[in-house]
Each structure stands twice: as C-alpha cells, then as structure tokens.
C-alpha cells in the first residue's frame, strides 16, 4: 500500500533521529505506527467515510510538522506553541527518559493539535444534517479503537528499544498498561471533540481566544505530569 507523505516523512524523521540517538525519534515513530495503522483502517473500509478520516490524518501531522519547523527556525517569530517547545526542549535535556519523551509528544498533540485541527477539516459543520455529524463523531470515536489496538505494538518496538525497562513492565503487566493508556488517551479525545464542538461554536474571530483555552490546559497537564520546567 502506497503511504500517505506524512507517513513517509514520519519514518524519515524517526530514521534520522534514531540514527543521531535524538529522543524526538520516540514521539516521531510512536506516531508514525499510530498513523500507518490508521491509513491501514482507512484501505480496509473500517471508517465510515474515509475520505474524510485521511483528510483529518493529514491535517493533524501538518500541525506536528509546522511545530518542528516553527521550533528549527531562527526567527522566533516563527510560531512554535509552547507546549511543544517544551516537549522538544525535553528531548535535548540530559536525563530525559524515553517515555517522557513520549508523554510530552502526546499532550502536545492531542491536547493542543487534535482540536484545531478537527475544527479545520469540520469547515462544513454548519451545512452538515444530523446523521452525518453523528457518523463524523463516530469515526472521531473509532481511531481510540486503533491506538489501543496499537498500543502494544508501539511498547513492543518502538519505545521497549528506548527503554528495556519499559519492556518488563509491559511483560509484568500484560494487557494492564495498554488498557490504562488506551483509556487515558480515549479521554483526552473525547474532551478533544468537545473542545472542537465549543470552537465551531464561536464566530471565527473569536477562535484564537477560545484556542487560549485549550493552550493552557494542555500547559497545565504538563506540569502537572511533572514535565513542565520550573
């Protein structure tokens, strides 16, 4: 099966920075498998419209590249939301573990990216009956499935190569520690949607302010995970 560019630019990233030893290469390949999983769930008719549930899968990896960039760029200028320059400043910190790594790229991106860019490929809300924002929702809902299914596969291969303690944890805890990320990670989606839902409520020039909002929850889940400095 053909992959989509985000998907290839995943695995150059993860290949580049796993080469360099970089800890960005965990979030990067951890999100790589997640995405091809849901490309595979997209080929195999799983979703309800695919068509669009591809258009999200893109939209969302634009936001995480954009943040790479905005972070790599000189100019400050240039717009890297705080919670992922937290995220990546992690990265370069001695001591960092693998799954921190991990955890921060997570927040950042579900906490932070996933409602924005649900409310980019949403542009059509209001023209939308009832049936079909029902289905959108449900498609939104079904990728929990996939990560959960994902999970193991994303401790087996990406992050037990990190962190080989983090591998006898998931052998000592079996199917445990899937369920309990798998349901953390389905909450914080849910919250996403509403998120979304409450933006698209908004006339379009208050959405930056609504945004804020969601900005700073997800700064405050990093500090309160511990991860945020100071």
Known sequence: MTRSAAEVRLAALATEWSAAHDLRAVFADCYRVMT???SDGVAAGTFEDGVWVARLRDRFAEYYFDALDGYAAADRDVVCPEVWRIALDACARPGCHPVEALLLGINAHINHDLALALVDVLDDW??????VRESRHRDHEQVNDIIRATTDEVQLDVVSTWSPAAARIDRLLG???EWVFGEVVARWR???WTD???LLAVPVAERDSAARVIDGR???LAGLLGLAPG
């Open 190 to 192: 849910g919250r996403v």
């Open 36 to 38: 091809e999983r849901m």
């Open 196 to 198: 979304a839902m409450s």
């Open 175 to 177: 199917p445990v520690d």
């Open 218 to 220: 997800a700064l405050r």
């Open 126 to 131: 209001d023209r939308l009956d009832e049936a």
